[in-house]
């Protein structure tokens, strides 16, 4: 049996792979930046830069 033009072999569609494969790259950005502002107040401590500087690392 020949799997549909939109589907693998094992009859996922492509654009639910695409929707799967886009939450987890949001999941990682959003994971991302959440433990760089909690870590945040420590590098602040420890480096003691600006606020503008911290502003820069964040963005």
């Known amino acids: 049996m020949a799997a549909h033009?939109?589907?693998?072999?094992?009859?996922?569609?492509?654009?639910?792979?695409?929707?799967?494969l886009l939450a987890v790259a949001q999941f990682l950005v959003v994971?991302?930046?959440t433990s760089f502002a909690v870590a945040l107040p420590l590098v602040a401590r420890?480096?003691?830069?600006a606020i503008?500087?911290?502003t820069w690392l964040l963005t």
């Open 5 to 20: 033009a939109g589907t693998y072999a094992n009859g996922v569609p492509r654009s639910a792979l695409a929707v799967v």
């Open 31 to 33: 994971f991302d930046t």
């Open 46 to 49: 420890d480096r003691g830069p």
């Open 52 to 54: 503008a500087g911290l």
